[in-house]
T-cell receptor
Framework: AQKITQTQPGMFVQEKEAVTLDCTYD???????LFWYKQPSSGEMIFLIY??????QNATEGRYSLNFQKARKSANLVISASQLGDSAMYFC????????????FGTGTSLTVIP | EAQVTQNPRYLITVTGKKLTVTCSQN?????MSWYRQDPGLGLRQIYY???????DKGDVPEGYKVSRKEKRNFPLILESPSPNQTSLYFC????????????FGPGTRLLVL
């Protein structure tokens, strides 16, 4: 089974609108971390936001927020007030703490912001 | 400046010719890792290291070797590269496992002919 599933290969959003990128995960570990990374066309991987499995509040970093629904095993990224510079690939990732500390990445969502 | 560096950034080689991709970080991070990125597959972890002299296999370790003799360096070795190892490779590091946030190097594009 896939550890991280991103079901949206591509998304479009109008500039200044909000967009939600979906991510579901699969783990039996009680302690894990969830991450989102951005990869612009230049290729570098940029860390956006982190949510720990024991964190009760959703993580926020500027225009990014992580909608963490533990029972549903989802960790959706919400980008508010989209900007042209948000056009990029977005990857959801998970790290299982008690079962080896391995990282798992999803296949990514390509976001295009339309002027 | 805190950073993860990789060398070379681009490499074209031939099947069977041993190569090493270096990775170095200046943040005193314990955790270091190698990934490969292929279209439609996302990033897949090759090997990771929790500390000096401690390495573990990720999802796709076949055909790769690593070593962690010093905290700052984590080289990736392809003893006998094959065309299916053509990929974009990333090295990454993080401070403690609890923190979890990884910092990535700029990537190495490898073409094996």
């Amino acid at each position: 089974a896939q550890k991280i599933t991103q079901t949206q290969p591509g998304m479009f959003v109008q500039e200044k609108e909000a967009v939600t990128l979906d991510c579901t995960y699969d783990t039996s570990d009680q302690s894990y971390g969830l991450f989102w990374y951005k990869q612009p066309s230049s290729g570098e991987m940029i860390f956006l936001i982190y949510q720990g499995s024991y964190d009760e509040q959703n993580a926020t970093e500027g225009r990014y927020s992580l909608n963490f629904q533990k029972a549903r095993k989802s960790a959706n990224l919400v980008i508010s007030a989209s900007q042209l510079g948000d056009s990029a690939m977005y990857f959801c990732a998970m790290r299982e703490v008690n079962t080896g500390n391995q990282f798992y990445f999803g296949t990514g969502t390509s976001l295009t912001v339309i002027p | 400046e805190a950073q993860v560096t990789q060398n070379p950034r681009y490499l074209i080689t031939v099947t069977g010719k041993k190569l090493t991709v270096t990775c170095s970080q200046n943040m005193n991070h314990e955790y270091m890792s190698w990934y490969r990125q292929d279209p439609g597959l996302g990033l897949r972890q090759i090997y990771y290291s929790m500390n000096v002299e401690v390495t573990d296999k990720g999802d796709v370790p076949e055909g790769y070797k690593v070593s962690r003799k010093e905290k700052r360096n984590f080289p990736l070795i392809l003893e006998s590269p094959s065309p299916n190892q053509t990929s974009l490779y990333f090295c990454a590091s993080s401070l403690f496992w609890q923190e979890g946030t990884q910092y990535f190097g700029p990537g190495t594009r490898l073409l094996v002919l």
